[in-house]
């Protein structure tokens, strides 16, 4: 058990150093000469262009962590759900470069519900306990 505890303590420590950094290098951004250059403004961008899958993917995320069902509905697996949600981004990303059209507020609002929905009913962290 101790062994786990000094990994989590790890993973922990990383987590805090990359969450410092980032902020750290948002606060140059935004402080520095150069408009339009901070993270969110460079997800927008993404956005728009071939990475319209990011919505969807932080609304996961935020369902994954802030949300969760208590019950396994569907029955499946974390790493089933983790390899369908890459699988899901990959196909995304690639049509994103092939096909071309109009990115709009409610897509990317549908999105970022449809990830919601994603993180809280077949990803959630409460299935552990």
């Given at each position: 058990?101790?062994?786990?505890?000094?990994?989590?303590?790890?993973?922990?420590?990383?987590?805090?150093?990359f969450a410092v950094?980032?902020?750290?290098?948002?606060?140059?951004?935004?402080?520095?000469?150069?408009?339009?250059?901070?993270?969110?403004?460079?997800?927008?961008?993404?956005?728009?262009?071939?990475?319209?899958?990011?919505?969807?993917?932080?609304?996961?995320?935020?369902?994954?962590?802030?949300?969760?069902?208590?019950?396994?509905?569907?029955?499946?697996?974390?790493?089933?759900?983790?390899?369908?949600?890459?699988?899901?981004?990959?196909?995304?990303?690639?049509?994103?470069?092939?096909?071309?059209?109009?990115?709009?507020?409610?897509?990317?609002?549908?999105?970022?519900?449809?990830?919601?929905?994603?993180?809280?009913?077949?990803?959630?962290?409460?299935?552990?306990?």
């Amino acid at each position: 058990m101790e062994q786990y505890e000094a990994h989590y303590e790890l993973v922990k420590t990383i987590m805090i150093v990359f969450a410092v950094v980032y902020f750290l290098l948002e606060i140059i951004l935004n402080l520095n000469d150069i408009d339009n250059d901070t993270s969110n403004i460079a997800l927008l961008e993404w956005s728009k262009k071939q990475f319209f899958i990011i919505p969807f993917m932080l609304g996961a995320i935020g369902g994954h962590l802030f949300l969760g069902a208590k019950t396994n509905y569907f029955g499946i697996g974390s790493i089933t759900v983790v390899i369908v949600l890459f699988s899901i981004a990959a196909v995304a990303i690639i049509v994103g470069y092939i096909v071309k059209f109009e990115r709009t507020n409610a897509l990317f609002t549908t999105l970022l519900v449809l990830g919601l929905a994603y993180g809280h009913f077949l990803w959630s962290m409460n299935f552990q306990n």
